[in-house]
């Protein structure tokens, strides 16, 4: 499912990570991290690996994710990949592509399962043209291009590009999520579930019932779970 989550980030935090990100004297060529087949479409840059300003600005991006209900619900995450941070100037594009199934962890050496990616916009949509978020699912394609502080999360089998910036600058971070429940149709059904308690709960409509649903929710999660 492709799911975008209205303000992950505060805009107080967008701006220091802006900030941050501006300052940084680390930016380098796109194509280091990416496999073959990535590396021939790419064309943008992004903050080193390992540098302090991805370090204090990955910290950022997780310290608000850790406490965020929709993110929790929609990824389930087990272990979420260091944020990475990229720039679209006029002319950059990222063309279609599947991300890679396994990362390293550049700080733990963990192998990652990529079963979700992300983008996380940090950058207002009328400062640039083009640069839309591509996402193809059986569906057909959809084009993303959201707020800065709006989180879209998609499978990560999906063929996916970014559009060519042809006006301003398109500022990102990206990264992937091993999720507990690496099935993306089981992930679905969960993630509907757990909208309906919520909306149970909100609306006063207790009772058993409601506790049932409950219990079947974290049944299921027992369950689909994996480590
Ligand atoms: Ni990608």
């Known amino acids: 499912m492709l799911v975008t989550i209205e303000g992950a980030l505060d805009p107080e935090t967008v701006a220091a990570l802006r900030a941050e990100l501006a300052a940084g004297e680390a930016w380098v060529d796109g194509r280091v991290t990416a496999g073959h087949q990535g590396a021939a479409v790419k064309r943008n840059q992004q903050i080193e690996e390992g540098s302090q300003t991805a370090r204090r600005c990955g910290a ?3 310290a608000a994710l850790e406490r965020h209900a929709h993110f929790i619900s929609a990824a389930l995450p087990n272990v979420v990949y260091p944020p990475m941070f990229n720039r679209y100037g006029v002319g950059m594009t990222f063309g279609e592509h599947v991300d ?11 192998k990652l399962r990529t ?10 949509p009328d400062a640039y043209d083009g640069g839309v978020l591509e996402i193809a ?8 291009k959201s707020g800065a502080g709006d989180l879209v999360l998609y499978p990560a089998t999906s063929l996916h590009q970014v559009t060519p910036v042809t006006r301003g600058e398109r500022l990102a971070s990206f990264f992937w999520i091993q999720s507990l429940v690496r099935d993306d149709g089981r992930r679905t059904l969960l993630y509907e579930m757990d909208a309906a308690i919520q909306e149970l709960n909100r609306t006063g409509t207790e009772g058993g019932a409601c506790r049932s649903l409950t219990g079947v929710y974290h049944n299921l999660l027992r369950l689909w779970s994996e480590p």
């Open 115 to 124: 079963d979700i990616s992300a983008t996380l916009f940090l950058s207002d």
């Open 100 to 110: 890679g199934a396994v990362r390293i962890d550049p700080h733990t050496g963990r």
């Open 137 to 144: 699912d059986t569906y057909g394609v959809h084009g993303v």
């Open 60 to 62: 950022l991006v997780l």
